[in-house]
């Protein structure tokens, strides 16, 4: 139980929190050559090189060639920062366009494997994934492709809705840096999800 001299700080996701009046003062007077986009993009190469347990505001600063400082005219602290990597980073999956009805098994195992890859690929995504609120746009296009996926399928809503919790909790759980299936385990349970979902459809 948090008391007055344990206090639980609440912080306001990146995506949620208004964009400062200040905005437009800031690009007029930041360090030249400097903007939310490159930080972000330096920031996903400081996590793929250090992983998060090195990373710091210093020294994506330095790997920027500015001083820490010049960081905090485009992010308001390193916690956006991070959301802003996380999202950047699943920006890079391919999403499946709307697949006709008998298609959708197929892309929905090329949309798993994918977001396992990735996972793989840059384990500080699944560790990201887990503290913040993962509504990024490119999260949000991620979901979208998955129930247009699932959308393909027929089901109705109330077991749409049950399939997307089961396929959602199924790649954090096989995909998460603490215990990550080993391929053939991970191919295997895929086939038994899409299995499941496929009889739920003939019932």
């Not at 903007?35 to 020294?59: H, P």
């Amino acid at each position: 139980m948090a008391t007055t001299a344990d206090p639980v700080t609440i912080r306001t996701s990146v995506w949620l929190a208004a964009r400062p009046a200040s905005g437009a003062r800031r690009r007029s007077v930041g360090p030249a050559g400097l903007d939310r986009e490159r930080i972000t993009r330096g920031a996903v190469r400081l996590l793929d090189s250090g992983g998060l347990a090195r990373f710091s505001m210093r020294r994506l600063a330095a790997g920027l060639g500015v001083t820490a400082m010049s960081l905090y005219w485009y992010v308001d602290t390193k916690h956006d920062l991070l959301e802003l990597a996380l999202d950047s980073a699943l920006g890079e999956l391919a999403l499946p366009a709307a697949p006709a009805p008998a298609g959708w098994p197929d892309r929905l195992r090329s949309l798993a494997c994918g977001y396992r890859g990735l996972l793989a690929a840059r384990p500080w995504v699944a560790t990201l994934a887990a503290e913040y609120p993962n509504i990024g746009p490119h999260a949000r296009a991620f979901d979208e492709a998955l129930l247009r996926l699932l959308d393909a399928t027929g089901l109705n809503d109330a077991s749409r809705t049950g399939a997307h919790l089961a396929v959602s909790q199924f790649l954090h759980g096989c995909g998460g840096p603490v215990r990550r299936a080993p391929e053939g385990d991970f191919r295997f349970a895929l086939d038994v999800l899409v299995a499941g979902i496929e009889a739920k459809t003939a019932s």
